[in-house]
Structures are given as C-alpha cells and as structure tokens.
C-alpha cells in the first residue's frame, strides 16, 4: 500500500469517528435540551449537556485529523461530517470559555437587598426538600461577599403608594415567566419560583414591601435551591426585578 493509500485511511478513520462522535454528541445534546419538560433532574441536564460538549470537542478533533490526512476528502467517508464535528468542536469550546467568563463573582447562592434583615420564605419553604438549600439565609459571610461583589444590590426606595408598588411588582414577577407561589396583599409579601432556562435549575425569590414613612421600601431575595455558587444569577435577577418595577411605577 502506498504512503498516500495509508494517509487516505488513516484520514477514512477520522472522519469516521468525527461522524459517530457527532452524532452522539447531538443526541445528548437534544435529549438534555428536552430533559426539563420532562421532569428530570437539573443535575442530569447538566450532566447530558456536558457529555455532549466533550463529545463534540473530540468530535471536531477527529474530523479535523481526518480532513487533514486525506487532504480535505474524507478518505472513504463523506467529508460533511468531518466538516460537523470541527464546527461543533468550536462552538462547544466557545460556549465552555463563556461560562467560564461568566462564572466569576463569590460562591454563594444568596442574595438580598437587605443583608441585615432579608425576606424570610414561608411559602416556598414547603417545596424544598430535605436535600436542598436551607431557607435560612447564609449569614454575615455571605453578606459580606455579596457586598464586596455587588455592592450596588440595596434596598428598593419608592415615592408610590403601597399598594400601587404591590401591583407592579406582582406582575412584573409573572412578566418575568415567575411561578407565584404566594401573593399578600395585608402583609406586602410575594413569593415565587423561578425556572433557569434550559437546564431547569429552580430558585425561590421572596419581595417584601413596607412603608414605614411616605417612601415605600421594597426588599427582594433570590436564593438557589441546589449549588455552593450561582454564577451570578440570583444578583442578575434581583437587578433586572429592580429595573423592571422602577420603570412599572415611575415611567
């Protein structure tokens, strides 16, 4: 066998496994995708999703060994899955360094407008299981951190009356796809869960509103039920309620 028969095979085996490599890869891919609606654990998502990746990582490893050794032909095989695996090798790797650059602040998972005096949960304490997070909060450690890296998360102050502020922020709540858990008017307090898209991790989020002078005061507070660190998006939510309600009772 010549030396460029030899690399043609060598090159026919590459593309070979990019192609099963891929395929498996986007299995995995749908299947974790679809897992959410059906129930499954949000570890088991994370776990699909990552297993896909890695596949399509080696994927695009092999397809490009593959393409190389048989100069871009595919050797015996159809070059297009080879062609697959590198560009799903690039995104998978584009989406690792992503979520890496996106996991930066403090480990918690518990986050508040008032550190001194968060929202107690009492609703959505019911629905956490014995393996979840406490609702109790972190304590002065978490305080601290939280301060230190989102300094700007305080105590909301409205020049709106109690009930006006009561309203917007229930519905800004279910504007923000929220499940409601519990709503009361007398005692100011909202409840809710909130979905992550795509994996399904759940996250309990109390709203506590006061006026104890002419300024309404409203607190929020985001707490994951599994996980040490959140990757910042219990503090992404609590900002993006903070927005949503000061742009609902002051146009």
Partial sequence: MSEASKR?????????????????????LVAGLLAPNLGISPMVVMLLISLSLLFFIVAGIS???????SSGSGGGNSPIYAWLGVVAG???????????GSAGGPPIHD????????????????LRGPKDNPVEY???EA???????YGDIKTIELNDPRALVFESALQVAKDM????VAAEPESGRI???????FVGFKDDVVIRITAPSATTLVDVRSKSRVGMGDMGVNAKRVREFRDRLIAAVEP
């Fill in 63 to 69: 397809g490009g060994v593959g393409l190389i050794r």
């Fill in 138 to 140: 972190s304590g002065p």
């Fill in 90 to 100: 690039v995104g998978a790797l584009l989406n690792i360094v992503m979520i890496m």
């Fill in 8 to 28: 043609d095979t060598r090159g026919s085996k590459a593309c070979a496994w990019a192609k099963r490599l891929f395929i498996l890869g986007a299995v995995l």
């Fill in 177 to 180: 796809g929220w499940e409601i």
């Fill in 111 to 126: 986050i508040t407008t008032d550190t001194d005096n968060p929202p107690a949960f009492i609703e959505v304490a019911k």
């Fill in 143 to 149: 305080a601290a951190q939280q301060k230190a890296a």
């Fill in 191 to 197: 409840e809710a869960t909130a979905t992550t898209p």
